[in-house]
């Protein structure tokens, strides 16, 4: 069967983490990698590639070559091509998570702090776009960013490829999904901002001054998403339809102008001592013009319930 087959060679070509970066910690053979992702047509001949890499010995090259093969190089009679994680390789170097470190000065981003209404600036540096409040010090959101995100984009740009992107990554936190691998995440509610900290996660919380933060986190990859409840629910459909009810497309407001997602005032949480007793609720309460949305969420981050309420509850 052609399928246990493939199976099992897929099983074969795991290698330890340690070899897999010992292979590619050449340039020669990162050199390798990225001719045959620039190649016009793949596969490419042994001689094409030796060529394209200006290695004039050709024992040597075949050694380095071999090195990439089977995990980063698939090599077939008709030649040499990429294996995905020779893609995943040249990739990394592309969007510059290896070489670059650029960075953007503090410039206007053109919305008002929700807290006090100063205006709000947005830079770039450690792969992080932040966008903050200088007069009240507070964070509206700081996320990774890739820094090939950057190149040909002027500030206007670069903010509103950073606003999609956010949403996007939310949208697979909201539904469990990893955004970096994909895998199943945990979510747990954490009121105690405390704990938060001291549990050395204080980093991974973008709004360290928030009481109530929803902690995603993946086992798989080790990446944690700190976020507020109203985070989750930018892609709710319940929330776009109250918004468009009002003439108004949630999509194109950026998120940091959402004081019910950049802040937990908004945000209620019921019968809850840490999470343990069952059930517990999570209200998140939206105001609109004269009306307001109130979203109940129950303790999996599912919306159980939506009421349009014709003022702010007290
Ligand atoms: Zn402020
Ligand atoms: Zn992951």
């Known amino acids: 069967m052609a399928d246990s087959d493939s199976t099992r060679t897929e099983v074969d070509r795991r290698v330890a983490p340690a070899d897999a970066f010992g292979a590619i910690a050449n340039e020669t053979r990162l050199a390798i990698l990225r001719a045959l992702w620039e190649a016009p047509e793949r596969p490419v001949s042994f001689s094409e590639l030796r060529a394209s890499v200006g290695m004039r010995d050709s024992a040597q090259f075949n050694y380095h070559l071999r090195q990439l093969t089977d995990h980063f190089v698939r090599k077939t009679d008709e030649g040499y091509s990429l294996r995905a994680a020779g893609k995943g390789v040249v990739r990394a170097l592309v969007v510059g998570t290896f ?30 776009l932040t966008v903050d409040c200088t007069a009240c010090e507070r964070v509206h959101s700081r996320h990774p960013f890739p820094p090939g995100g950057l190149f040909g984009r002027d500030d206007d740009a670069l903010l509103d490829a950073y606003e999609r992107w956010v949403r996007g990554q939310y949208a697979l936190v909201a539904a469990g999904i990893c955004p970096v691998c994909g895998s199943e995440l945990r979510t747990e509610l954490v009121t105690d901002t405390d704990r938060f900290s001291e549990d050395g996660t204080a980093s991974a919380c973008r709004f360290p001054e928030y009481d109530t933060v929803v902690l995603a986190t993946c086992d798989r990859c080790i990446r944690r998403v700190g976020a507020t409840v109203g985070m989750r ?82």
Request: charged share 30%.
């Open 99 to 128: 070489t670059e470190d650029p960075r953007r000065d503090p410039f206007p981003v053109g919305s008002d702090c929700v807290h006090c209404g100063e205006p709000l600036h947005a830079h770039y540096a450690d792969e992080s």
């Open 233 to 314: 629910l930018l892609s709710a459909s319940a929330v776009a339809e109250f918004y468009r009810d009002h003439g108004l497309d949630l999509a194109t407001i950026p998120y940091w102008e959402l004081p019910w997602a950049v802040s937990d005032r908004h945000t209620t949480v019921l019968n809850d001592d840490g999470g343990t007793t069952d059930p517990w609720r999570v209200c998140v309460t939206i105001p609109l013009d004269d009306e307001v949305l109130r979203v109940t969420l129950d303790r999996d981050f599912d919306i159980v319930s939506t009421d349009r309420l014709g003022q702010e509850p007290v």
